[in-house]
């Protein structure tokens, strides 16, 4: 459906401006005072009613309502007033029982307006508005947000209704799952359950060293630091000197003992990122790096080596370390084009990286909600597809989204990064020795391309231009009925066009002009290619003309044309093509049901694909995949997408469309076995990962979408402690348990090698990262919590970490009274654990006083 009231709809042609009247400005500001007086005197709650099944929907539906209650002297007029606000999930349009209408403008974004009979809100009044999902909404992140009021007066002014809050979800008609057998929450004792799989270690078992080294050593002897260490290394090495010095406090005397730092082979390892650490007592600490990344690598586990910070010794044991990463490709997806996060947050997230090992960010750049990148000659990809907000007409910029609102100066809906930015990103990222791989989503995810183009089509066309189509991106005649999976039917790049291909080459010249002049080498572009919708190009002429005139048959094939093009792009530009797995598969049928294959077409062009579906059905893909020989990068979404929520608590953040990844999630996956966790018959012909194919797996990659990430966070609860996880499973071979095939010896050394893994997290790492940073805000679990007898058991995912408790119902703070064991004091028992900065994280409770029941 098309509107008229946004750029996010159909771009038209703009008549030329006229200047208001002084008559008219002031009735205007009156009209806009008007607005704002009226948006701040309404309330707003969102309420789950219940979960609804039958027949026609045995999964499930939702009945929701949003409250609306006035509190102006003024009544909600009968007519001329719409509200908006964005829902990630699909709602049920058309006539509401309020006398209402709901629309759905594109993709997250609604609207409700008067419909017939409607009467108006009068002073005092509250407006309950039903409405229907047409699945079950399990987390808050289906909610509306952002909503804002417009009145039909000032169309162009959108004012945040500020009075707005989410209803919990506690009650069990809204907790109901039907018939699934999925449990609706995890309980305080659910979370005891599961923590019970690891054991509390003393710090003197606790593994010294995370990622886990290949091969470590370390003796009685010590190397005691009472001044700062005397570094020697070459210019070649000048910022890891700088990192070392950077390692130890900066108030200790000068002509402490020997830190050398030198590239030299490391014995019995090829990895350029290997290194050979060593202290002695006699002799100080010595890093050798097969090269400066190795070296940096070294840095960092001496960092780890070291004592707390405000510890009463500074001194290291004596220590032997070989090491090496098992992959080259560990990596770290941002995206900032579904809400901005700027310079300054993928600066830290940069230096996290380094700090455990990561050396791949991969930059998630456009989108559907955002164009964030300066591209020189097409300022409107920043001007409109940059900026986010309410508009009257189309052509000003897009639709606001995940909640950014009416405002375009909103920091999470605009935003981008200046060419300055990027070269100063890609500088700061090679320092660390990590590579930037940009991603330019295509052909779909494109909407802030396809309307930013557009928008200049019209424009230069108004201006006489003969060449005003030379970016366009879109067949303005394409009658194609597609609707993509964030609910667009307006976001594909059409390959008919060779304007498409004119743009793509400029983009991706600019991009690697960037890298020159920062002087970091470029070695790919990620260009996307994943989840075009169904349906698309199939009604666009400029399509069916490209197809015709070359020979396609279909739309598969056109896909193949594209990709030949962007190819031949990068390959003009010096640079190999990658994207999503879709870049590398053919869809097609098996007994009339869609399947995807890995494309013969492509499988000698060099092509690396990120696979991320392993979703029932397509477990075995990135197998397949590996097999055919494609190289692959394994982002699969039931263990590295770290936008999944940790548990279906409809408070969590996150999102659910797959699953929940909770940090045991993460560790327990196997890159060589996929499968792993099927059972047996789950198995039953999948591929397995041949000795060819895992060849071609190049490494891992923790990927973070931020449609419901909108500051920097909530960026850390999302990726940490979950992303160290991430980095142990990149760098270090599989665990023993990972191959062992007798079962009870496995879930033996898994338990064992878990209990080293978190212990680590909770007593070393975690606390160095409160001591040394304080700025990580990562996700502190709630803990668990079980009744036994007249006592109340705790424990929690990190053993070692500080929890305290209340027995009055009252929130934990950081003067409440530690938990030493179990808690025998009567009462409403509310327990959390605590950084070492004293940040509390998530609570914790159960009743004593309804013994047996949480």
């Not at 070291?306 to 770290?332: C, H, Q, S, W």
């Not at 964030?486 to 790049?493: E, G």
């Not at 263990?639 to 279906?648: E, K």
């Not at 109340?792 to 995912?797: A, E, I, R, T």
Request: aromatic share 8%.
């Amino acid at each position: 459906m098309r509107h008229h009231l946004f750029a996010g709809c159909v771009l038209a042609l703009l008549a030329a401006p006229v200047a208001p009247t002084a008559a008219q400005t002031s009735t205007k500001q009156e009209a806009i005072h008007h607005q704002q007086a009226s948006a701040a005197k309404l309330q707003l709650r969102w309420e789950l009613e219940r979960n609804l099944f039958s027949p026609q929907a045995p999964h499930g539906r939702s009945l929701a309502h949003l409250i609306l209650t006035n509190h102006d002297s003024q009544p909600l007029p009968a007519q001329g007033w719409s509200l908006y606000f964005n829902c990630m999930d699909r709602l049920e349009p058309g006539p509401l029982p309020s006398k209402l209408v709901l629309e759905h403008i594109a993709g997250s974004l609604f609207r409700l307006h008067p419909g017939p009979g409607f009467e108006g809100v009068a002073p005092g009044q509250t407006l309950d508005i039903a409405y229907t999902y047409p699945g079950l909404v399990i987390k808050l992140s289906k909610a509306p947000v952002g909503p804002y009021l417009v009145y039909d007066a000032v169309p162009d002014v959108g004012v945040v209704i500020k009075d707005f809050a989410l209803q919990p979800v506690t009650r069990p008609e809204q907790l109901d799952r039907g018939t699934s057998g999925a449990k609706p929450v995890v309980t305080p004792a659910d979370t005891y359950r599961r923590n019970a799989s690891a054991d509390l270690l003393p710090p003197n078992e606790v593994p010294a060293v995370l990622p886990t080294p290949l091969r470590i050593e370390q003796q009685e002897g010590s190397l005691p630091i009472k001044a700062q260490p005397t570094i020697t290394a070459s210019a070649a090495l000048k910022n890891e000197a700088a990192l070392a010095r950077s390692l130890f406090p900066q108030t200790l005397p000068p002509n402490g003992p020997k830190l050398q730092l030198s590239i030299g082979a490391v014995e019995g390892q090829t990895s350029p990122e290997a290194y050979r650490l060593t202290v002695r007592a006699d002799s100080g600490i010595a890093i050798v790096g097969n090269s400066a990344a190795g070296v940096a690598h070294g840095l960092q586990t001496l960092r780890e080596l070291l004592p707390l910070p405000g510890a009463d010794e500074l001194a290291l044991k004596e220590t032997t370390i070989v090491d090496a990463p098992r992959f080259g490709y560990r990596g770290l997806q941002l995206d900032v084009a579904r809400n901005f996060h700027g310079k300054q947050t993928v600066f830290k997230w940069l230096d996290l990286m380094a700090r455990y090992k990561l050396n791949k960010f991969h930059f998630h750049l456009t989108d559907d909600e955002g164009w964030r990148l300066e591209i020189a000659g097409l300022p409107e990809l920043t001007s409109i597809g940059a900026v986010r907000g309410h508009a009257a007409g189309p052509g000003v910029r897009l639709q606001p989204a995940y909640g950014s609102g009416p405002d375009p100066e909103n920091a999470a809906g605009s935003g981008y990064f200046t060419r300055a930015d990027y070269i100063a990103i890609l500088r700061y990222a090679q320092a660390r020795h990590i590579e930037v791989i940009p991603e330019i989503e295509m052909p779909g995810h494109a909407r802030a391309a396809v309307q930013a183009m557009e928008a200049r089509y019209r424009r230069l066309k108004a201006a006489g231009r003969k060449d005003a189509d030379k970016y366009l991106l879109n067949d303005l005649e394409d009658r194609s009925r597609y609707r993509s999976a964030q609910y667009f039917t307006d976001n594909v790049i059409n390959p008919g066009l060779d304007s498409t291909f004119t743009f793509i080459d400029r983009v991706v010249g600019q991009v690697v002009a960037m890298h020159r002049d920062a002087g970091v080498p470029i070695k790919t572009i990620h260009m996307g290619g994943d989840e075009l919708a169904n349906g698309a190009w199939e009604q666009s002429p400029a399509s069916l003309a490209r197809m015709k005139k070359e020979k396609l048959e279909d739309t598969a094939d056109l896909w193949d044309y594209f990709y030949e093009r962007v190819d031949g792009i990068l390959r003009r530009h010096g640079l190999a093509t990658s994207g999503w797995e879709e870049l590398a598969a053919r869809k097609t049928k098996l007994a009339g049901r869609n399947r995807l294959i890995p494309n013969p077409r492509f499988t000698t062009r060099g092509f690396t694909a990120w696979v991320w579906n392993n979703t029932r059905g397509a477990e075995d893909f990135a197998n397949r995949l590996a097999n055919g020989g494609y190289d692959i990068v394994l982002a699969p979404v039931s263990s590295m997408y770290l936008d999944m929520a940790a548990n279906p608590n409809p408070e969590e953040p996150g999102v659910n469309w797959n699953d929940y990844v909770e940090l045991d999630t993460v560790y327990d996956f196997v890159p060589f076995d996929m499968l792993k966790h099927l059972p047996e018959a789950g198995r039953v012909g999948k591929d397995g990962l041949t000795d060819y194919g895992r060849r071609h797996v190049r490494g891992l990659e923790a990927t973070l979408f931020t449609e419901t990430v909108l500051d920097a966070s909530r960026v850390d609860y999302m990726l940490m402690p979950r992303l160290l996880a991430v980095a142990e499973r990149a760098w270090a071979p599989d665990p023993v348990w990972a191959t062992e095939p007798d079962a009870a010896r496995a879930a033996a050394l898994r338990r064992t090698a878990w209990s080293g893994f978190v212990n680590a997290l909770g007593q070393r790492v975690l606390p160095r990262l409160d001591l040394e940073r304080g700025d990580v805000a990562y996700r502190i679990a709630p803990p668990g919590l079980m009744l036994d007898g007249d006592r109340v058991l705790v424990n929690h995912v990190l053993p070692g970490i500080q929890l305290r408790y209340t027995s009055d119902g009252s929130e934990p703070t950081v003067t409440s009274k530690l938990v030493t064991g179990p808690i025998t004091e009567p009462g409403s028992i509310r327990v959390a654990a605590f950084d070492r900065k004293g940040r509390r994280g998530l609570v914790a409770g159960i009743d004593r006083a309804k013994t047996g029941k949480e």
